[in-house]
């Protein structure tokens, strides 16, 4: 009999882990407050004091620039709006091309299709799970206007050669931030370290308010562009003796007061909770650093990160079997770990669909994501800060335990 819960045993962990807990009595108060007032949005869409939000959307971009020491913080209703409206704000034109991330949220790449332009993905760096100046530069064209990279799992993006590489050719950087809100890059917040950073306040994100997002920048005309795209700007433009930026198409990307008041919260508590995935990650990984066949993901140097995911490296040669077996006698022992993330981007039908036959969204395009994503990767969205000591020491023990039996997964 095995002791193994795959083959019968006893599981390490027979209840749920804890779910991630954001919200107290402050976002109580503040939804009550803005509920009571009775305005739950503040836009109109023409000109005037109101074509930029209601109160609480204005205190929460004031607030979220003085945290963030950025000279624009841009609100809007998603992350995904956000790098639409940031896409919007560099002017592409039928025919540009963005260089993005293969792995990563689908939005990050899918973006550029809303303005007939065209996502040409450049590899990741296999410790950081961001494309690179290096992976980047290859795949450059004089087509290229803009490089859309994602800091995955919260590592933040090697930005210093990345933005030299991008002032050579006269291209601007979108950093999509939605995993690293409180990661840092040598004493930089993730998110201020391109021409525009995005952040995502979805519910599942280090501070959330259900749905929301932040696009920030330190440059006024950016800042103006995002602004028309959030909110109908064509209408605008006339009345604002807007000339050079005329040519932008709205969207109606605008952040309710409710959500606004919720952020506003949650911002105040944002090194709080990055503090404790920070610790627990870290409490983890040294739990898992004598294991063989397992290697937590490193740090850059002078990086700091919130591990949105605790990224490990899967060595199947060291264990002996294939990693989907590994985490199916994880998952049995009760610990749920992602299996490689996400597909390379490129996988999905639409890349297909709008360019048929094209290498560049070929199988094997991108070898290294194809790798993390098919064999070489598990990744944990387990590891937040709401686990207990308790919780990580159950997730070590099933990982020393499958380790130690495995063996038995070999028959
Ligand atoms: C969550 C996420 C997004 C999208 O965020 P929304 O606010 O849900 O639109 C974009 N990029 C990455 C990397 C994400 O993780």
């Given at each position: 009999m095995s002791e193994l819960a795959l083959f019968g045993g006893k599981p390490v962990r027979s209840t749920p882990f804890p779910a991630y807990k954001t919200l107290g009595e402050e976002e109580k108060a503040a939804a009550v407050r803005v509920v009571s007032a009775g305005v739950l949005s503040d836009f109109i869409g023409r000109d005037g004091p109101r074509f930029g939000g209601g109160a609480e959307v204005h205190a929460l971009e004031a607030e979220w620039a003085s945290r963030f020491a950025v000279k624009h913080a841009v609100s809007v209703n998603s992350a995904t709006s956000g790098l639409y409206a940031a896409l919007g704000a560099v002017g592409l034109e039928p025919g540009d091309e963005v260089v993005v991330s293969p792995y990563t949220m689908s939005a990050s790449a899918a973006g550029a299709f809303v303005y007939g332009a065209k996502p040409v993905f450049a590899d990741i760096d296999p410790e950081t799970f961001c494309i690179t100046a290096k992976t980047i530069e290859p795949v450059l064209t004089k087509r290229t206007r803009a490089i859309l990279a994602v800091d995955l799992f919260g590592h933040p993006i090697d930005a210093t050669p990345m933005m030299e590489l991008a002032k050579r050719h006269g291209l601007l950087v979108i950093e999509d931030a939605a995993q690293a809100a409180g990661s840092t890059y040598h004493g930089k917040a993730a998110g201020t370290l391109g021409h525009m950073g995005v952040f995502s306040l979805n519910v599942h994100k280090i501070i959330q308010a259900g749905e929301g997002g932040i696009v920030v920048t330190d440059d006024d005309r950016l800042a103006e562009r995002l602004r028309l795209v959030r909110n109908h700007g064509e209408v605008v433009v006339r009345d604002r003796k807007i000339t050079e930026n005329a040519d932008i198409v709205g969207f109606n990307y605008r952040m309710t007061e409710l959500e606004a008041a919720v952020s506003r919260e949650q911002l105040k508590k944002l090194d709080r909770f990055a503090a404790g995935w920070t610790e627990n990650s870290e409490c983890l990984q040294k739990a898992l650093s004598?294991?063989?066949?397992l290697r937590p993901a490193r740090l850059a140097e002078g990086c700091t990160s919130v591990y949105y995911q605790l990224a490990v490296h899967y060595d199947a040669t060291a264990m002996g079997v294939h990693r989907d077996v590994f985490i199916d006698a994880m998952r049995a022992e009760g610990v749920p770990l992602g299996?490689?993330?996400?597909?390379?981007?490129?996988?999905?039908?639409l890349y297909e669909k709008r360019h048929p036959g094209d290498p560049a969204y070929r199988r094997g395009a991108c070898p290294i994501a194809e790798s993390m994503w098919s064999e070489r990767l598990i990744n944990m969205s387990l590891i937040h800060a709401s686990m207990t000591r308790k919780d990580l020491e159950d997730v070590a023990a099933a990982f020393h335990k499958v380790v130690e039996h495995r063996r038995e997964l070999l028959a």
């Open positions: 004598d294991l063989p066949g299996q490689g993330y996400v597909e390379p981007l490129y996988y999905q039908p």
